[in-house]
């Protein structure tokens, strides 16, 4: 035999017991063309491109992920930030193309559409004026589609007349969804830095450089890293490094045949694989745990960052040595209503807000999935994303902001998001205000590439 | 045409009949055995078996009358292209 038994069973145990799986296969797709001074002509390109293009998208996954024995979990779309087709599209007619692009969602069986996005970071646009205007409204009334903006970046600075108007936004997209605790906010993600071929939502969106259309492949193994560090109790943090990056080349080497695959099949190029540790909320699917399993008492504690920036890097190593195209976010995902681990952490006092905002400076994303007190003003959410852009900026990477301000809920009390996003526990922010400072608006200056100590 | 090949695994407790029973669902399939392992781990039957697949485009026949036998039988049975194999463990 050319594999041995044992090769076999492991990866038949990764799979069945310790939920390895392909998080998500996402068809990149370029709406350029589709843009059109007669809005109903618009609506209808899209509409048609969306649904010619990933016709066969839900099928060949479903039959690659038969023939391979490998799950993949989510089928999703990625299209050009939609900001950038709205032309002189009024507020009504953008929630409309929400609507079309829910619909078109529904109609392929793809679980989310990610692009209802703008890119910001230096300045407004007409179509972005419009889009951010539409985006409380929008994320209310449809189900399946995603958002998000990007506000800053290293090379511009951080743009806080967009951080200003974001706060709002939030609030008022959680109020129009208070009787699904806000949920509308789990669908808007604000970024600075973001990658233009992300294919994990809420922040997925098919960037300018990007071509006609790619599939983009995104792979996760939070229960395969724990399990595979179960097994070494004493090995040394070097060994623990080597364990994680021989872990994450495995899994990234399934994701890539599998995306290749599945690429080939649709006639389609193959663009990134994204290797990043996504917890769920299945049992030992945790990104906390692992750091737990590296010798933390409860994620939080000190240590956290230090445990954090080793399984970041390991993973990044592990998958940048399996996949000729690494891409997205690869890293870890530290999303508290949908890591168990993180949930206990909160529950038991050990991880706080401050300590979520200090480990995205070692992760690879940002503040993901926290619940907020719903009487948390504006200004506040503002001044959080502002914290979050800054890290982003000064570290030059990828930092985001996804907190859901539920309405009526008081710190200590657990909400339910449902499905893939889980449930957490409601956290207090710091009741000093910082309005004065949002009020200000303007642009915050690009940092120094030198001098950077 | 490009050969292709596929791993079966069978997985459960050891009793009268695994291997006869599913190598008669892979003799009605026409689909010939290349390669075959087994051993019993502390009363776990564990089966490899690598058979061709060439010319086969649509497996999920088979995967139906595998798994059919498998809640029969109390066993897992997978059946899983090689290539993933290959991908994993393998540069």
Sequence with gaps: MTIAMDEILQTIRMVQMENLDIRTVTMGISLRDCADSDFHKMQQNVFHKITTYAKDLTKVAVETEKEFGVPIINKRISITPIAEILGNATVEQTVELAKTLDLAAKQLGVDFIGGFSALVHKGFSKGDETLLKSLPEALSVTERVCSSVSVATTRTGINMDAVKQLGYVIKEAAERTKDQNGIACAKLVVFCNPVEDNPFMAGAFHGAGEGEAVINVGVSGPGVVLNALKKHPQADLGEVSDIIKKTAFKITRAGELIGRVVAERLGIPFGIMDLSLAPTNAINDSVAEILEEIGLERVGTHGTIAALALMNDAVKKGGAMASSYVGGLSGAFIPVSEDNGMIRGIIDGALSLSKLEAMTCVCSVGLDMIAITGDVTPATLSAMIADEAAIGMINKKTTAVRVIPVPGKQEGEMVEFGGLLGRAPVMGVNPFSSQNMINRGGRIPAPLQALIN | ?91
């Design chain 2, 1 to 91: 045409m490009e050969r292709r090949r596929a791993v079966v695994s069978v997985i459960g407790k050891d009793k009268v009949g695994i291997i006869s029973k599913v190598t008669t669902i892979l003799a009605d399939n026409n689909m010939n055995i290349l390669d075959i392992s087994q051993t019993i781990l502390q009363d776990f039957f564990t089966m490899m078996m690598i058979i061709d697949v060439t010319g086969n485009e649509n497996l999920s026949q088979l995967r139906d009358q595998l798994d059919l036998v498998g809640e029969e039988m109390d066993l897992k049975i997978n059946i899983q292209l090689e290539e993933i194999f290959q991908a994993m463990h393998r540069i």
